[in-house]
């Protein structure tokens, strides 16, 4: 019995790191909503006129953003374990500039910023969700596209073959 209660308090001790103390401590992975960024590096402002000016509507916006975002930036499970400082990136210019492996709330957080600073969408448009994915919180977005709201997961359901309109869950 009292093997029993050791591992229950290793799971619990687990999971109140994992779910709780990590999403105090990433930056763009809080319990809250996403707050809009003071400032945008010029690139990205440009980027988000281009997107605007090719794109007819909302959804056309968003699919060009989902591109745009997925072929920039990419995430691996594998990958997640071996790069933990990029985890706590938060500098908009440092991540606009650097390609490559980013974490679900960092591309999210990007998506999010080219959505929220659109004449597309609002940020009242874009909700930040949280599921369980292999063993640990993973993140993706709804976006308000009419009166339609629709998963956006670039790092979880796009790695996948998965595109707009999916998110990914439990294992994968």
């Not at 790191?17 to 809250?32: D, I, K, Q, T």
């Not at 790069?83 to 991540?95: A, G, N, T, Y």
Request: proline content about 5%.
């Amino acid at each position: 019995m009292e093997t029993f209660y050791w591992i229950l308090a290793i799971v619990a001790a687990y999971f109140l790191l994992v779910f709780v103390a990590l999403r105090l401590v990433v930056p763009y992975m809080g319990f809250r909503q996403y707050q809009p960024p003071t400032s945008l590096p010029q690139e990205m402002k440009e980027k988000i006129s281009e997107l605007e000016a090719q794109s007819p509507d909302q959804k056309a916006y968003l699919d060009a953003v989902y591109k745009t975002v997925s072929e920039r930036w990419q995430h691996s499970r594998f990958q997640a374990a071996l790069q933990l400082p990029k985890l706590f990136r938060s500098d908009l210019e440092k991540i606009w500039h650097v390609k490559g492996f980013a974490y679900c709330s960092t591309i999210n957080f990007v998506i999010y910023t080219f959505l929220a600073n659109s004449k597309f969408f609002k940020t009242e448009d874009i909700k930040v969700k949280h599921v369980f994915l292999n063993f640990v919180p993973h993140q993706y977005l709804q976006v308000k596209v009419g009166e339609r709201w629709i998963d956006i997961d670039p790092a979880g359901a796009g790695i996948r073959g998965l595109g707009i309109g999916h998110h990914a869950s439990i294992f994968g």
